[in-house]
């Protein structure tokens, strides 16, 4: 055998090795799920026996926060380890909406990519409907699930989930459809677009319709051109043209998608069924997840789970919530907790592939939740646990607020061997830090023509340490605006408090710009009880005095540094245009192809779906 010949078989052992010794990374990320939801948190009767049992032999991460406080940008951060006001996505990105996340970002799948990894996604999505900005194009091989919040629809009802007399019973009588969804644009839509969280978009009611060419979209960015994230204010379209965009029947039933990218390298996009049954959603999903490990198992992979559970449906699900028949009315703790059950199921079935496939010990597991819990659905809407902010004066501090309920996450992460079992550690990490850790365990380099907020967290991960990977870790809230909170060590200071998604009526509901910001020591304090601040008094504490002085300079830094990502929509592919970007089966059957059994819309005419 020649030297050169030599030296080339040598070379792809090695390589073999490598990939070999490279571990397989499932991420399970859990939709509205609260701090206080699970039962390694201390649920008191929440069921979890496998998701517990996986957090029993790994590590507890007690101080894991989301990258934001809502749906779309705490999926934006995860995916790119960069802060979602700097990507430029929406923190809620509505059913029908033109933009979505970049395709010039670099995901964590696309980054994994790079060293041959298989990648796979089952869940939801939420980072834009259009194919542009599906998985298939942001480095994913597969995907399989609902590509938005599971309230962004209606979708089937089958006897286990409900029957025409439990829907009459569910629907209030005195109220019609249009007055209920009315009421939900006014309480929870209207107030995001408001406050810069979300895009004004082709909603069914005309006094809050806007278009492309409005004022209100120029600071976030509507103009259709290179489908790249864009900083140039001058992008943006003129203040003229606010005619209504007409409403998109796809916004009214829930696809379930497919994406699977072939030998070729092409990608076949499917909506499998519209509306989908929630009642065989969780065993697809499984099979999903099982599959893709079967069909990877000789090879490294990513399985991303964004479950589409615990969120709340649509209101015609009774107690708008869902989970499969065998799952129903088996809990203690009711809806939510049968829904949570069947997320545990989920969770188990994976492992035991991993287990059957002989993969386990070489597989790193993650588990965490994109954002509070949504406090405004009562019991269907989770738990904030311990952090429930005594001193805000009202109750909605969880989900789209920056108070801890609505940011910190219960998470774990495990690794047999390579994580001590029974670990915890109090460290602060971030949903922000996905990307760069896993590119550090890698040996991935980080891209360098961009900025990223995360951190890599290996050292907490695999060492016996509370010492956080980030000086400070800043949270912001809405598109264009300066961070509302920031962690510093065992200090988080808010600059701006607020109410989460919903709003509340108690006297103190209300947004509090804080001078100076209102300080806790969350690593005593967790609760927010005891601020160490008082509203327009002067600190004389030396170390109260010291610390505000380190997280103002931060702040000037951090304010100076940030650039705001503005996305430019990619150009209309076939079929699209205004009123014609969601997810559509069949528009000539108004994106209604599986038909009965559903329940009928009261109400619900033409005008209204947008078929007229």
């Known amino acids: 055998m020649s030297m050169l010949r030599l030296v080339t078989f040598f070379g792809v052992l090695l390589c073999a090795l490598a990939a070999q010794d490279r571990p397989n990374i499932v991420m399970l990320f859990v939709d509205d799920l609260g701090y206080g939801d699970v ?10 026996p496998n998701i517990d049992k996986l957090a ?49 970002e670099t995901t964590v799948a696309s980054q994994l990519k790079k060293i041959g ?127 209504p965009i007409p409403p998109d029947p796809a916004r009214t039933y829930l696809p379930l998608m497919q994406q699977i990218r072939n030998s070729s390298g092409g990608v076949e996009t499917k909506v499998l069924e519209q509306p989908l049954d929630f009642t065989s959603l969780a065993q697809k999903y499984s099979d999903f997840a099982t599959d893709f490990i079967e069909d990877n198992k000789n090879e490294s992979f990513f399985l991303y789970m964004p479950f589409s559970h615990v969120h709340t449906t649509a209101h015609n699900q009774p107690e708008r919530l869902y989970c499969g028949c065998a799952f129903k009315n088996k809990t203690t703790r009711g809806a939510f907790g049968d ?28 588990f965490t939740g994109d954002n509070g819990p949504w406090l405004v659905q009562n019991s269907s809407g989770g738990s904030v646990g311990l952090f429930y902010a ?25 690794w047999p061997g390579r994580i001590p079992p029974n670990s915890r550690s109090s460290a602060t990490v971030s949903s922000l830090d996905l990307f760069p850790t896993l590119s550090s365990i890698l040996n991935i380099p980080m891209p360098t023509d961009r900025v990223y907020d995360g951190r890599d967290m290996s050292n907490v991960l695999f060492t016996d340490t509370d010492e956080s990977p980030h000086d400070f870790l800043f949270f912001y809230q809405a598109l264009n605006t300066s961070a509302r909170a920031v962690r510093y060590g065992d200090y988080k200071a808010h600059f701006v408090t607020a109410p989460g998604s919903g709003g509340c009526s108690d006297p103190a509901c209300q947004v509090i710009n804080h001078s100076p910001p209102l300080l806790f020591n969350v690593a005593v304090d967790p ?59 069949d528009r000539a059957k108004g994106c209604d192809c599986n038909g009965s059994p559903y329940p009928p819309i009261p109400s619900a005419g033409p005008e209204l779906i947008g078929l007229n």
């Open 39 to 48: 039962g390694f948190t201390g649920h008191p009767t929440t069921k979890t």
């Open 339 to 366: 829904a949570l059950a069947e997320v545990d199921w989920i969770v188990g079935n994976v492992v035991d592939k991993l287990q059957e496939e002989g993969l386990d010990n070489n597989t790193l597991i993650l």
């Open 527 to 585: 609760t927010e009880a005891y601020p160490l601040t008082s509203q327009g008094v002067t600190p004389t504490d030396p170390t109260i005095i010291k610390v505000l002085a380190d997280i103002e300079e931060a702040y000037k830094r951090e304010n100076v540094t940030m650039t705001y990502g503005n996305i430019i929509p990619a150009p209309d592919g076939p079929g699209e245009g205004p009123g014609k970007y969601g997810v559509c089966c």
């Open 117 to 243: 990894y298989k990648t796979g996604a089952v869940g939801k999505w939420h980072l834009g409907q259009r194919e542009v900005y599906l998985p298939a194009n942001h480095g994913f091989d597969k995907y399989f699930g609902i590509p938005y919040s599971d309230d962004m629809g209606y979708a089937r009802i089958d006897p286990c989930n409900g029957t025409s007399e439990s829907l009459a019973s569910f629907i209030p009588p005195q109220k019609t459809y249009e007055e209920m969804t009315r009421e939900w644009y006014e309480r929870i839509w209207q107030p995001y677009v408001h406050d810069n969280m979300t895009l004004p978009d082709d909603i069914p009611f005309p006094e809050f319709q806007t278009s492309p060419g409005c004022n209100q979209t120029n600071k976030i960015g509507t103009t259709r051109a290179t489908g790249t994230s864009s900083t140039d204010s001058s992008a943006t379209s003129d203040s003229g043209n606010c005619a």
């Open 56 to 104: 029993s032999e790994g590590k507890v991460l007690t101080s894991w926060y989301s990258g934001c406080s809502v749906c779309s940008g705490s999926r934006a951060a995860l995916m790119t380890g960069r802060q979602f006001v700097r990507v430029g996505v929406a923190p809620v990105l509505s059913a029908t909406v033109n933009v979505g996340l970049p395709p010039n």
């Open 390 to 414: 005594r001193s805000a004066g009202y109750w909605n501090v969880g989900k789209a607020s920056t108070w801890e309920g609505g940011i910190r996450e219960a998470a774990f992460a495990r």
